[in-house]
């Protein structure tokens, strides 16, 4: 069973910026579209970006321009640059496959408080 694990996450106040990090226990990462989603407390979970083995990015409207999706050459692992964190970014950040078919990680809390 693939696990996935999310770290990187923080307090930080608004304007400021984090990169989380999201590793999994195969290279899941070369073979299959991945995305970055988050719940925010009382909220569903929504997808923030997402990233093709090809490098293709997609971003919510409500990131586009702040965070970056990435994922380093050799596939092993996928980052979220996030820059001019806002309030409403406060959330807890999951990575998985796009269509969410892997097991949920436990997430990594972003909290963006002043």
């Known amino acids: 069973q693939v696990q996935l694990v999310e770290s990187g996450g923080g307090l930080v106040q608004p304007g400021e910026s984090l990169t989380l990090t999201c590793t999994a226990s195969?290279?899941?990462?070369?073979?299959?579209?991945m995305a970055w989603f988050r719940q925010a407390p009382g909220k569903q979970r929504e997808q923030v970006a997402s990233?093709?083995?090809?490098?293709?990015?997609d971003y919510a409207d409500s990131v586009k321009g702040r965070f970056t999706i990435s994922s380093d050459n050799a596939k092993t692992a996928m980052y979220l640059q996030m820059t001019g964190l806002k309030p409403e970014d406060t959330a807890v950040y999951y990575c998985?496959?796009?269509?969410?078919?892997?097991?949920w990680g436990q997430g990594t809390q972003v909290t963006v408080s002043s």
């Open positions: 998985n496959t796009l269509r969410a078919t892997m097991t």
């Open positions: 990233i093709t083995r090809d490098g293709i990015t």
């Open positions: 195969i290279s899941i990462f070369k073979i299959a579209t």
